[in-house]
């Protein structure tokens, strides 16, 4: 069982900028991708980003890449997203979570395992 804690949303302005983390348990990274998703009132949860730990490999959504930078800590269990220059839009929980495949990983189906979320919110 795979347990995964996100902290780090919060408010800002547009323009700001914020670091999620998403604390997983101990070995996950041997033997899951991690991914970033939100999902903004009424509308579907969306992909924002993903970590593949072979190869270092990372996937973004266009609507972020250049903005958002996903990166993860081996020895300390953690993945993040930093998020430069925050956009009202961007407003959403926002969740980790952890896939068992290497491919795919825009599908939030090929996740298994789904923190909790945090909040994020973007004012004008």
């Known amino acids: 069982q795979v347990q995964l804690v996100e902290s780090g949303g919060g408010s800002v302005q547009a323009g700001g900028s914020l670091r999620l983390s998403c604390a997983a348990s101990e070995g996950t990274f041997s033997n899951y991708a991690m991914g970033w998703f939100r999902q903004a009132p009424g509308k579907e949860r969306e992909f924002v980003a993903g970590?593949?730990?072979?190869?270092?490999?990372?996937y973004y959504a266009d609507s972020v890449k250049g903005r958002f930078t996903i990166s993860g800590d081996n020895a300390e269990n953690t993945v993040y997203l930093q998020m430069n220059n925050l956009k009202p839009e961007d407003t959403a929980v926002y969740y980790c979570?952890?896939?068992?495949?290497?491919?795919?990983?825009?599908?939030?189906?090929?996740?298994?395992?789904w923190g909790q979320g945090t909040q994020v919110t973007v004012s004008s």
């Open positions: 979570a952890a896939s068992p495949l290497m491919y795919g990983l825009r599908d939030a189906s090929r996740y298994d395992y």
């Open positions: 970590i593949r730990w072979s190869g270092r490999s990372t």
